[in-house]
């Protein structure tokens, strides 16, 4: 099989992400990077791939099969919209634009064009979500009643110095950052979000955006659910420290992120720790639960994102993430901003 060129463009630190494992990929390779910074020319040497300053220069001199747009989210939809008319296949880093409006034109340009565009929403490619998924469509949980989540860790001071400090202002804290992708999870395994609520505080840093988030969800199955999100906060449950899958984070393996709640059992993920009845009448809580723990495979979701990204321009599979699903993530992102602004239940209209 014909390993597809994929041409990245942004050097920075996601880019360097999909740079290795474009490398280390059996199905793609990396054919050139596109950045105008002093810093790409590093990159691009170690790497042994061409270097072009745009999308411009790189469609007119060495067309890719692909392209993956690793680049700050303001310049996305230009760009997305570029890789289309140049009739390439492209996969957008989260979140798919900087504003709702801007995301749809993307997305109906690529529909007109019935173009190949992905959102790099990585956890969908996860074993363990494809796992919780298979698991809450079983029915073994019965009807789902509701959710816990949390997305709760520590981020250093490190994380806002010098030319992060954009991140303490409005639009650098963890609702438009981090959240995105527990939306993505928590559509997955329990349904369309309808409408939000959300409580935002910055007691703890002092910030001029928020550090902590407390968010009630409604579902479009009826199920309800709690969220807690924050920053700064010394605690293990969060997606990244208990899923095992980035290495760069320090790993509690029995810890969870999510308990999905149903009206026969319920699930935690990622310990994927399953508790239920059996039988109708053993429904009590003076009664135990079965017990069992369900087996996992875990694998880099980045890793199989690309390897998806290959068979989607090779035309052998579909979008896992599509450019609505990228779309629908981000217009539950901004509900929960402005519930947490205006105090209100923000109801979210569904693609």
Known sequence: MRKVRIAVAGAG???LRHIEETQKSDSARLSAIVDPSPKAEEVAKRENVRLYPSLEELFAKDKPDGVVLATPNQMHVEQGLQCIAAGVPVLVEKPIAHTLEEGKRLV?????ANAKLLVGHHRPHSPILHKAVETVKSGVLGPIVGVI?????YKPEGYYDGQNAWRKEPGGGPILLNMIHEVGNLRAMVGEIVAVQAFSSNATRGFKVEDTVAINLRFANGALGTFLLSDTAASPKSWEQTSQ????YATYPEEDAYVIIGAKGSLAVPTMRLKFYERKEDRSWYKPFKEQTIPLERADPLARQID??????RGD???LVSGRDGLQNLRVTDAIVEA?????TIEVPLN
Request: charged residues 25%; glycine residues 10%; without cysteine.
């Open 340 to 344: 947490a602004k205006s105090g209100r």
């Open 149 to 153: 989540g949390s997305a709760v860790f």
């Open 108 to 112: 109906e340009a690529a529909e007109r």
């Open 245 to 248: 899958e980035n290495k760069a």
């Open 317 to 319: 599979a579909k979008p």
């Open 308 to 313: 998806h990204f290959a068979a989607v321009i």
């Open 13 to 15: 630190m996601i880019g």
